[in-house]
């Protein structure tokens, strides 16, 4: 093969994009600290109120734009910043329990990156053990972690699923959302009876009956 065709090759390669399952972040996202860019967010966020019209003098709306900038780095954007993952809490398994362990139910409060509207929804994990046991308190906070950031659900369900696998070390995992967006019901078409239902198997899951005997758990 001549140089010509070597070179071409290279740059058909350079083009195709790996998928990530990261969220999409700056390499300078962690260089301002949590109060600077309330600060910055506070100040953006009332100029976006100025420019709809309203009165910032008001007393029930002169404090919304710090309100909104806390929530926003404090709370329901905080899974974007990696010191607050989860740590998992792992256990031995003394009664060699090899069967398949499920959570469901587990509540999903998380935005859309679309629309930075609501997604809202519902959460089921199952995992086969390895030898070890993750505390179930630690499958509601990564649930927790991975939606507290703008989203598109298939990659929140595939972050669950990852880090679930991560944490226990084993493939053998499953994670199923199902989730009303809100940019769906409020805007847009403004259908409120429709729900998004995403899944991930991995490992013994994607055994035909593994996966049906997991349905059936969940109802």
Known sequence: MNTNNNQLITDLESQVQVPS?????????????????????????????????????DESLKDTPKRVAKMYVKEIFSGLNPA???????FKNPFSYNQMLVERNISVYSNCEHHFVPIVGKAHVAYFSNGQVIGLSKLNRIVQYCSQRPQIQERLTKQIANMIKES??????????????????????????SSTLTAEYCGRFLEAEVKNDFLKHIG
Do not use: W
């Not at 860019?37 to 420019?51: D, N, P, R, S, V």
């Not at 607050?84 to 792992?90: G, H, I, S, W």
């Open 168 to 193: 226990l070390g084993t493939e053998d995992v499953a994670v199923i959302v199902d989730a009303n967006h809100h940019c769906v019901s409020s805007r847009g078409i403004k259908d409120i009876s």
């Open 21 to 57: 399952y990261d969220t999409p972040m700056r390499v300078d996202a962690f260089e301002l600290d949590e109060d600077t860019k309330i600060e910055l967010i506070q100040k953006h966020f009332a100029a976006i109120m100025h420019t709809l019209g309203l009165d910032l003098k």
């Open 84 to 90: 607050n993952k989860p740590v998992a809490t792992l």
